[in-house]
């Protein structure tokens, strides 16, 4: 999820449990071969084993439309140890889909199986090839099609979500189509698409006929989701929360200039208020601050106690 869910807030999120597997950020392959740093800094998890803190895999995503040009920046990558290559064919990006990558690719599913094709062929057999796609770009016409190209390119896993890029991300996701993928395909399929609480994964679960799910903004909103969904009878507290919401924010840190700090942590909290009544109250303290030491200050650094008056002394 570009701009959202990257490497600061997988490190949280994954922290407070419940999921198996997480895929970065694309890493927009345009007809050169990366540098190692490229990878590495959309993904720093490459320095950990392909894995968080935490220990969770990650799979490196790569959005582009080149088949050569990707297999090459796959091997490369792959040489890095993610836990898998990750092919994005979903993302409704204007600014992607111009350049003709993304979910663009959906209305050239031949496109889409040599692209796969040359990637699988490109990395070590026991690194794992993935990808996404979405029903299709204007309509869902070339929804099996595309699948089916996926799965002939050798994929080991197509996850999908369940609009077009013209339906964007607007309410409902369409989860029974995604049964329609399933029924013609082999290779194992995840469902996606607006899963923020655990009625609606079982509701997708049942619609789409899928054994897994990959959950996007509705575990920013809930980071308690995945331990939910798996049966947590106790939701995860606020308190337990915010060891995490500062670790996020010493990482923001160090990732973004200071003048971004503040609305990185403030897009977060606009999610979590979704569900958290905490969170609401920590948005507003910080919504007009951008300073990071203000921030920090209300939210951080804990008030200081107030002075005691001395002993008097016994008479």
């Known amino acids: 999820m570009e701009g959202l869910l990257d490497y600061a807030l997988r490190d949280a999120l994954t922290a407070v449990g419940g999921i198996d597997r997480c895929v970065s950020e694309f890493i927009r392959v345009t007809g050169t071969l990366l540098p190692e740093k490229a990878f590495v800094r959309v993904m720093p998890e490459l320095k950990n084993g392909g894995r968080t803190r935490a220990g969770t895999p990650v799979r490196a995503q790569l959005l582009g439309s080149d088949p050569a040009c990707l297999a090459d920046n796959a091997a490369r990558l792959a040489s890095l140890g993610p836990a898998g290559i ?10 992607v889909n111009r350049h003709g990558g993304g979910a663009a690719l959906l209305v050239d599913p031949p496109l889409v199986g040599r692209i796969v094709e040359a990637v699988r062929r490109a990395v070590p057999a026991e690194v794992p090839v993935s990808a996404k796609m979405r029903l299709g770009f204007d309509d869902d016409a070339l929804a099996l099609d595309c699948a089916q190209a996926i799965e002939a390119g050798g994929a080991e896993e197509l996850v999908v979500h369940g609009r077009t890029k013209a339906q964007g991300y607007r309410p409902p996701a369409y989860w029974a189509r995604i049964a329609d993928i399933r029924q013609a395909v082999k290779l194992p399929v995840v469902a ?24 996007g903004r509705g575990m920013v909103a809930d980071p308690g989701l995945a331990l939910a969904i798996r049966g947590a009878t106790e939701p995860v507290a606020w308190s337990a929360l915010m060891p995490r919401i500062a670790d996020f924010w010493q990482i923001v840190g160090t990732r973004v200039e200071a003048r971004h700090r503040a609305g990185r942590l403030k897009q977060w909290l ?37 002075e005691r008056a001395p002993c008097a002394d016994a008479v």
């Open 192 to 215: 996606n698409g607006e899963i923020w609480t655990v009625a609606d994964a079982q509701r997708c679960l049942a619609e789409s006929g899928c054994d897994a799910l990959m959950l």
């Open 270 to 306: 606009n999610f979590l208020r979704r569900v958290h009544p905490a969170a609401e109250e920590a948005y507003q303290s910080v919504r007009t601050l951008t300073d990071p030491a203000e921030v920090a200050r209300v939210l951080f650094i804990p008030a200081a106690a107030p």
């Open 86 to 95: 990750d092919l994005n064919f979903g993302c409704p990006a204007k600014v």
